[in-house]
């Protein structure tokens, strides 16, 4: 597709139930991002993939978050034993590496709501 | 550590201008951006600088003053549909994540 596109949009899970998103980012992008946003705030830096190398998890909240890039392209963020304060949107973004104003831009996906009850 | 700082909330009337500020402290600099950001939606790119100065793009232009640590993003016109969060975010080195700020709320009265 011509964007990056996430899935599933929604996602609601029972305290203690994994969950697995997932994000396709755009063709040939090498770089790919997780952010969490909660509402009404910016998004929070989680963690950052150059093709399948995962140079920076220093934003994952604990160790029940992990996310893969195993072949550089689709990205799965895992949540483990899933909190209440686990509840926001998690937003993947993309971009392409290389010179010129454009190839620094990320695009990002719509995200993912997460509702933990 | 890395601090971006931007107002909270803004209300601007319909066919005026509006001027929306970012402070950033970061160890480094490769770039501020702009996104804006409508209610559940995914933040889309509006504006990137890099050097000192304004850089124009229609109705929209942005500001940065590195030796300040500043930048500014001005909406002209402003129109119903501009209503939405503006997010301001600075990139540390190279192709490092972005560090954003909290955004701004801007509504747009008639």
């Known amino acids: 597709g011509a964007g990056v596109s996430q899935s599933p949009r929604y996602k609601v899970a029972k305290r203690g139930q994994d969950v697995a998103l997932r994000c396709d980012p755009i063709?040939?992008?090498?770089?790919l991002f997780w952010y969490q946003q909660a509402l009404g705030q910016g998004p929070e830096f989680l963690t950052y993939?150059?093709?399948?190398?995962?140079?920076?998890k220093s934003g994952l909240p604990s160790d029940r978050f992990f996310a893969e890039r195993p072949e550089g392209s689709v990205s799965t963020l895992k949540i483990q034993r899933t909190q209440q304060e686990d509840s926001a949107v998690y937003l993947c973004?993309?971009?392409?590496?290389?010179?010129?104003?454009?190839?620094?831009?990320?695009?990002f996906g719509q995200g993912t709501r997460l509702t933990v009850v | 550590g890395q601090n971006i700082d931007q107002p909270t909330e803004m209300t601007a009337t319909e066919g005026a201008i509006v001027q929306i500020n970012c402070t950033y402290q970061?160890?480094?600099?490769?770039?501020l951006f702009w996104y804006q950001q409508h209610a559940g939606e995914a933040p889309t790119f509006l504006s990137y600088?890099?050097?000192?100065g304004l850089e124009e793009k229609g109705r929209f232009s942005s500001f940065l003053s590195r030796s300040k640590g500043y930048s500014y993003l001005l909406l002209k016109e402003l129109q119903m549909k501009d209503s939405a969060s503006y997010l301001c975010?600075?990139?540390?080195?190279?192709?490092?994540?972005?560090?954003f700020g909290k955004g701004t709320r801007l509504s747009v009265i008639a």
């Open positions: 975010a600075v990139r540390d080195t190279g192709n490092t994540p972005l560090v």
């Open positions: 970061t160890s480094g600099f490769n770039g």
């Open positions: 973004a993309s971009s392409s590496r290389g010179l010129g104003r454009e190839d620094t831009e990320a695009f």
């Open positions: 063709s040939g992008h090498v770089s």
């Open positions: 600088n890099v050097l000192d």
């Open positions: 993939f150059q093709n399948e190398a995962q140079l920076d």
